[in-house]
């Protein structure tokens, strides 16, 4: 039984979606190991003002530096880590070590950035959260006001109260919020109009055939105008083409982020 475990425990790396239990079992015990064994490495991904080019955020992207498989993305750990809860351990870890560059990333550039961070639902809706976020900010010493964090509709699902709080909260506190995902998923509109967020990004699904579909183009020149009427910044997010950004930049997106600017990067490849 043993045995079968052992070769079956990276099928799901294969491509298959959802992992079995037994799979799921072997994943949990691996995760466990990269927790306790400092495996996560944090990339980042320049956001571009879509005007000038000029770089004016990050957004960190975490990956599983596995002592076998190599560099894993994160879709391939993070639904596991969702399930299991360790996505909670995973989330800090992200945190701290990107609230810790972000100063060595401030001081090259020598002028304030955004810092992004994606915040699991899961992590999010524990009561413990907005402490944890107070206490990286106070042991790193990085101003609230560099911190964006990225939540998705997910967070609003059951205990949307509760959610809405929490957002304010981290506001008060100086923290930036960003919506996700835009227009994926659960998207309501009513998200938008009810809770206090900075900024919306719209998904990278939408932007792909921008100059192709000209159903996908309406509806990000829409996107684009109503979060200015809200008052929100606009992220477009996985732009790769030349057309892309010149689409884009015509309609007033604020903020574009995607391979034709940049991958995202280890620290030092950003720094560089
Ligand atoms: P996301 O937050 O929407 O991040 C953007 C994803 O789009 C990243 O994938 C990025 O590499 C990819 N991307 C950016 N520009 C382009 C482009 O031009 N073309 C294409 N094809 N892709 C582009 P990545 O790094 O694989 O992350 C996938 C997702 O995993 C993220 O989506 C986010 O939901 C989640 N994730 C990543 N890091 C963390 C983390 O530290 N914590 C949590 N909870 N989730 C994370
Ligand atoms: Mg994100
Ligand atoms: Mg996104
Ligand atoms: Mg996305």
Redesign the pocket.
């Known amino acids: 039984e043993a045995k079968n475990q052992g070769r079956n425990t990276w099928e799901w790396y294969a491509g298959e979606q959802d992992s079995s239990i037994r799979e799921h079992v072997a994943i949990r015990r691996e995760l466990l190991e990269a927790i306790e064994g400092d495996q996560f490495v ?2 980042y ?1 320049p956001l571009v003002d879509a005007a000038t080019i000029e770089i004016r955020g990050v ?5 599983w530096q596995h002592p076998e498989r190599g560099l894993v ?3 391939l750990f ?1 639904p596991v ?2 399930a299991t809860g360790q ?1 909670i351990d ?2 800090r870890c ?2 701290r070590q ?1 609230c810790h560059d972000m100063k060595q990333i401030v001081e090259h550039l020598g002028r304030p950035i955004t810092l992004a ?4 639902p899961v ?1 999010f809706r524990r009561s413990s959260f907005f402490s944890e976020i107070q206490a990286v900010l106070e042991d790193t010493g990085l101003a609230p006001s560099y911190l964006e964090l ?1 939540v ?1 509709e997910g967070v609003l699902m059951s205990a949307a109260e509760k959610a809405l709080e929490q957002v304010q909260a981290l506001r008060n506190l100086g923290v930036m919020v960003a919506m ?2 835009f227009g994926t998923g659960f998207s309501s509109l009513s998200y938008l109009r009810d809770l206090p967020i900075n900024k919306v ?1 719209i ?2 699904s939408f ?1 792909n055939d921008i100059d192709t579909s000209r159903h996908n183009a309406a509806i990000v020149k829409g996107v684009i105008t109503m979060t200015h009427h809200l008052g929100l910044e606009v992220v477009a ?4 083409t030349e057309a892309q950004h010149e689409y884009l930049r015509a309609h007033g997106c604020d903020l574009l ?4 600017f940049s ?2 990067v280890p620290l030092k490849e950003l720094l560089k």
Not at 117 to 120: E, F, R
Not at 257 to 260: A, E
Request: charged share 30%; glycine share 10%; no cysteine.
């Open positions: 944090v990339h991904q957004e960190a992207l975490v990956r993305p994160p879709g993070i880590a969702e996505i995973i989330g992200v945190l990107a961070v994606n915040i699991s992590h990225e998705t996700d995902d990004k998904d990278r932007i997010e996985g732009v790769e982020q995607g391979f034709y991958r995202p």
